[in-house]
């Protein structure tokens, strides 16, 4: 048993949490990961939205008869958000249905966005179609590592930060299990890890998600020193989005093959309730400048059904059942989703010295902890200037 004491009582959004909790007995202790096997290296483009993620209905003057919506721009937490959002969506739509009597409804994009709001509208009794370039195996979300954590995110308006990070962690724990992929663990972390703090701040300690602990030495092999303990959620992707696909076909749902070029194509469409779930696409389609893309990349190692633990914040380490995952990259401004196995390699280089399985290699300045990136994973909720103001121009 841990014994748990509450050691501090005051902090802010930006500061540490308003609640810690130190960790008095030294924790059993943990499988360290193998790091062996063949290494597949993935990438993706994190859909930043400065200021805020886009949640918002938009009147087009030209097009009095089409109810638009725009739902994208969620940055590293896309999973995180995903049914907070899709359910603010659904509330939109709900209400426009009430004074007419359109039922089709067309959804841009078939990441997690696109998939959970459609999910929620055929919940309405809508006829729903998806339309989308890429197939869910195909987008950026079937990349993320899957820990709940609102990472890289802007919310300018605190409510509704707090309302979508409520509805979307309760429904993932409603959902618990391995019909999703969905399970409740432990991470720990040689950093504070800021997303979470940001959670535990806004809702308060052991309101939505527990208090973190201070470890006073992390219980792995290695000695790392001190750290951190944070209970969260992994949510496997692959998994979960696969599930969500076959609800969808099973509601039939159409899911068609299409490239919107222009706002132009978008009205061409028969349906005239249109949500937006676009992603980084939105950028080029509704030509949003605000929506920065930060490529990310992942070493993929052979899964290890021994691991029950998640370790993020000196790099991180997701053990999912089709494999370990280890992250990751920051790169803000790069827009191609081109995986580079030497940067992989490198990120499996770095953690290994982290646990001590290998000499401590020097971190490269596109590693997500480097020194220079540590405040980027917060969330700015409630307004500031944004992270990545400065990539006025996006490297392809
Ligand atoms: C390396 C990495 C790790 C991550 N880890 C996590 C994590 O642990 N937890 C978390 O919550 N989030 C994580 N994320 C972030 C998460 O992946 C994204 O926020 C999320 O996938 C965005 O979902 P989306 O549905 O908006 O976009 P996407 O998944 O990119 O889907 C967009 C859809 O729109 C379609 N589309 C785009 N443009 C057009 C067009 N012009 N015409 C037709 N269709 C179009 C695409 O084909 C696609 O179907 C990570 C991201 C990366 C890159």
Redesign the pocket.
Known sequence: MRRRDVVFGIGGLSAAPMFQRVQQLTEKQLNTPTFQGPITC??????YRRHSFRLEREHVPSRPNKFLVH????????????WGVATKVRDLVKAHVQTISARDVAV????????TTARLLVDLGLRVTI??????E????????????????DCADVQLAKDVMKISYQRFVADMGSRYGISKVPNYTKLPQKDLDTVIDLFGPDTLIPARETVQRLPFGHNMGSGFLYETLL?E?PIFLKQLRAELDANQVAVKH????TPQDVFELPENIVVN??????R??WDDKDVVP?????AMLPPQPNLNYLFSRSGHM?PRKDAVVI???EEPCIEN?TAVPAVCQDLVDDIKGVFGVSPMIERLPFHIDHPSKVDEVTPLIGGGPPHFNRCTQVQH
């Open positions: 993935v990438a993706g483009v994190r859909p739902n994208y721009g969620h940055g590293g937490a896309g999973i995180s958000l995903s841009l994009g078939s990441g997690v966005i696109g998939m339309y989308a370039r890429d197939p869910w195909k987008t950026t979300s079937a990349v993320a590592g899957g820990q709940w954590a609102p990472s890289k995110v949510i992707p299409a490239v919107f070029s779930c676009t992603g980084f696409g939105a080029e389609l930060v490529k990310g990349q992942l997701f992250g990751g990259t989703n």
